[in-house]
């Protein structure tokens, strides 16, 4: 039998609201909004099957269209791979290193307040999920 339990349950919502009030922490750190996102990778075992509708309507990412979010698989081989064959290309991926910031969530403060915002499904700010909310309206309306 396959069983979810009500701590499954809990633990699923602890990682979506800290994986969403991480990307929220650092957007606000960039100045970036969720409109001004291009794209966004999943990598890793975990990240490469990932439901990309399922993430979005559970709050696990900001809501962006499903063509912008992308299933890499194992992100650092290809990056390895990638900078060993292409000496380009490695002297782009050596610019985008000298560019990164570093960023402690535990020591910002605005960090805290997202996740308790994102311990609820999708959110607490339907307005950030405007597609869910969409989806949702339509379920309660084919319900009533």
């Not at 698989?73 to 060993?84: E, H, R, S």
């Not at 535990?106 to 339907?126: G, V």
Request: proline share 2%.
């Amino acid at each position: 039998d396959i069983v979810i339990t009500e701590n499954d349950i809990k633990n699923l919502i602890m990682s979506k609201a800290s994986v969403h009030a991480a990307c929220v922490t650092l957007m606000k750190q960039a100045g970036v909004t969720h409109t001004e996102i291009s794209t966004i990778y999943f990598a890793g075992a975990f990240g490469n099957y990932l439901d990309k509708k399922n993430a979005t309507t559970i709050g696990l990412i900001p809501e962006i269209g499903f063509d912008q979010i992308k299933n890499i698989g194992n992100g650092a081989v290809a990056g390895a791979n990638i900078a060993l064959i292409n000496r380009r290309a490695r002297k782009t991926l050596d610019e985008i290193a000298y560019k990164i910031a570093y960023i402690e969530l535990n020591a910002e403060s605005s960090f805290m307040d997202e996740y308790t915002s994102s311990t609820f499904l999708p959110h607490t700010d339907l307005s950030l999920f405007p597609n869910v909310q969409k989806m949702l309206d339509a379920c309660r309306i084919r319900k009533g």
